[in-house]
């Protein structure tokens, strides 16, 4: 069965960098988009960042723009998301999911989603 595992969230000061990763296996890694998304309590899930099939074209919300990077190894099944200059607003669960269906901010358009991986960012 498909399974995306999320890895590398933790406790971060205000202006810290993390690295999430997302392994993928179950799918042929290289067919999908992948994003990942955040929710935070109380909040609804919000979309961060997507990739495209080959790599080549990446997508952001306005509120990560310039501070995160998306990357994928589809050798690896991996996606990655870099996030840089972090702040306390982006204290959430972060998930990464694959969509076949290239409409990648919407939550909808996915169709397998990990568990998640908590960042939490301290002022």
């Known amino acids: 069965q498909v399974q995306l595992v999320e890895s590398g969230g933790r406790l971060v000061q205000a202006g810290g960098s993390l690295r999430l990763s997302c392994a993928a296996s179950g799918l042929t890694f290289s067919s999908y988009y992948m994003g990942w998304f955040r929710q935070a309590p109380g909040k609804e899930r919000e979309f961060v960042a997507a990739i495209s099939r080959s790599g080549d074209s990446t997508y952001y919300a306005d509120s990560v723009k310039g501070r995160f990077t998306i990357s994928r190894d589809n050798a690896k099944n991996t996606v990655y998301l870099q996030m840089t200059s972090l702040k306390p607003d982006d204290t959430a669960v972060y998930h990464c999911?694959?969509?076949?269906?290239?409409?990648?901010?919407?939550?909808?358009?996915?169709?397998?989603w990990g568990q998640g991986t908590q960042v939490t960012v301290s002022s």
């Open positions: 999911a694959s969509s076949y269906s290239s409409n990648i901010r919407a939550a909808l358009s996915y169709d397998y």
